[in-house]
């Protein structure tokens, strides 16, 4: 499963790389499709939960721009920057260990610059599988696609 998704992953970042650039030929430059930013999308949240689960949660301000929001049920209040979102992060660097964790429906749709992803994170805690339901807004600035908005809410249904 870990080498599908890498390869995913390389499969997702060549193509919009190689759309992206001009080899200096006077060829017009291609913007990706809808379909390969919704692989990107995928692919940058699949590494971004890789690392997570793996105790890293900096994958998250890695994938975020400077002006990001963030809400989980846990705060009194929205995130409003980078700066805070890596101070709420960082006293869990290492503490988080999952060892299973998958997407369940996983959607992105596609506006312009804005990419909207919404799925449900099903993975195990001790014995027990959870689930949060999970809306990430994606924007597209200066051909790179990194998240504006973060919202995890813990599903009812067990």
Known sequence: MKTFINTVVCVACIS????????????????PNEEQIKSLILAKEESTLNRWYNGDPMGFIDNSWDDVTYFD????????????????????????????????????????????????????????????N?????????????LIHSHWTESKVK
């Open 73 to 132: 049920p846990s705060l009194k209040s929205r995130v409003d920057s980078i700066d805070s979102f890596k101070e709420l992060l960082t006293p869990i660097i290492g503490l988080v260990h999952v060892p299973f964790h998958r997407f369940y429906k996983p959607l992105v749709q596609v506006f312009g610059d804005i990419a909207i992803l919404t799925f449900t994170d099903v993975f195990a805690v001790d014995k027990d599988t959870a689930r949060w």
């Open 134 to 146: 999970v809306t990430e807004i994606y924007q597209c600035r200066e051909k790179e696609w990194k």
């Open 16 to 31: 919009v790389l190689f759309s992206c650039s001009n080899n200096g030929a006077k060829s017009q430059k291609t913007e």
